[in-house]
Every structure is written in structure tokens, then in C-alpha cells.
Nanobody, 124 residues
């Protein structure tokens, strides 16, 4: 059983930065991918950025150049560095682990495991 615990969410002003962390416990097969999703109030959950275990990464267009996903294999921790935050980045951010390649995971939201979420609020 894999457990995911996110942290790092906070309230910041436009232009601010945050670093989200997702600590994973339990065995994660090397074929699995990891990703960050977010859900804004009244909207569907959307994939933000994903990473395969071979290091291949992908992010959605709206966060490119501002958000960076990374993974520390030694500690099994996933990170999302978020810079130049905008009000439209507001939402609950979730960490996910899936058996699909991360591109499919981002598109289908078909994750094997989900974290409980951490809230990010960006004020204008």
C-alpha cells in the first residue's frame, strides 16, 4: 500500500513562490509515474505536471516556465516548485501515483494512489 502526504500549500500574493512536497511511503514500482494535479473551486481536477521514473517530465502550457516538477528517488519525495504564482493557480494540489506513463496519467487522471491534497491560494 502506498501512502502520499502533501505539504507546502499556503496563501501567497501574486508573483510569490511555493514549494510543494509529496512524501511517498510504501513500494512504488519503477514502471509507475508520479504527477501533480490541482482542482480549483467549481472546476474539474486537472493534471499540472508529471514525471516518469526515467526522469521524463511534462507540464501543462499554463505553468511552463513557472512550475518545475522533480523527484528525489532516495527519499521517494515528489516536489513542485511554483514561481511567479497567479490567482488562477489557486486550488487544492494533489499528488498522484499511477501505473500509466505520466502523459496518460495527466490526461486520464487514472491514478492508482492519491494524496489528501494541500491548498494553495494566490491573492491578487
Amino acid at each position: 500500500q502506498v501512502q502520499l502526504v502533501e505539504s507546502g500549500g499556503a496563501s501567497v500574493e501574486t508573483g510569490g513562490s511555493l514549494r510543494l512536497s509529496c512524501a511517498a511511503s510504501g513500494y512504488i514500482p519503477t514502471s509507475y509515474s508520479m504527477a501533480w494535479f490541482r482542482q480549483a473551486p467549481g472546476k474539474e481536477r486537472e493534471g499540472v505536471a508529471g514525471i516518469n521514473f526515467d526522469g521524463d517530465i511534462r507540464s501543462i502550457e499554463s505553468v511552463k516556465g513557472r512550475f518545475t516538477i522533480s523527484r528525489d528517488a532516495a527519499t521517494n519525495t515528489l516536489y513542485l516548485q511554483m514561481n511567479n504564482l497567479k490567482p488562477e493557480d489557486t486550488g487544492v494540489y494533489y499528488c498522484a501515483v499511477g501505473y500509466r506513463p505520466m502523459a496518460e496519467l495527466l490526461r486520464t487522471r487514472d491514478a492508482r494512489y492519491w494524496g489528501q491534497g494541500t491548498r494553495v491560494t494566490v491573492s491578487s
